[in-house]
DNA sequence: CTTCTGACGAAAT
DNA sequence: CATTTCGCCAGAA
């Protein structure tokens, strides 16, 4: 495992994976840091500020819906290309992240062992 | 040093 | 479908 980093600098690396254009879920980057819970995720997030180069809006519920509603992560996920239905969710079928590839995990010192049951 | 408080998820009830 | 329970980080007061 990436060793001396805190559980939350574990978290961004993997959300600073996501491409534009997909969003990714606080279940699936719990289970790709492996050490991290998905409520782990959320305070992460929590704790993000300007300049971190972290692509938060792209992190989304396991429903597929927005966390922060009412603010302006819809309007930035849109101009990415994303599209939400009349219930404000985004069809994570289409525009869900399939993860980091296994040369990423493993350069980075990931748990590869996830990807068999995912 | 202690307490409080958040961008969540899955399973049980 | 709604509510409850647990998991257990990091910064502020």
């Known amino acids: 495992m990436a060793t001396g980093q805190s559980v939350n600098e574990r978290i ?3 959300i600073r994976q996501v491409p534009e254009g997909k969003v990714t879920t ?26 971190m180069a972290v692509p938060w809006q792209r992190v989304v519920n396991s ?6 509603s009412g603010s302006e992560q819809q309007r930035l996920l849109e101009a990415e290309g994303i599209e939400f239905d009349a219930q404000g969710r985004i069809d994570l079928k289409r525009f ?9 995990l493993e350069a ?10 995912r």
């Open 12 to 14: 961004y690396m993997v």
């Open 26 to 51: 606080y279940g699936q980057i719990s289970k790709i840091v492996g050490t991290a819970s998905a409520r782990q995720v959320g305070y992460a997030l929590a704790a993000v500020r300007e300049g």
């Open 63 to 68: 429903q597929g819906k927005v966390s922060l």
């Open 96 to 104: 869900g992240w399939s993860g980091p590839d296994d040369a990423w």
């Open 108 to 117: 980075n010192g990931f748990d590869v062992t996830w990807f068999w049951s």
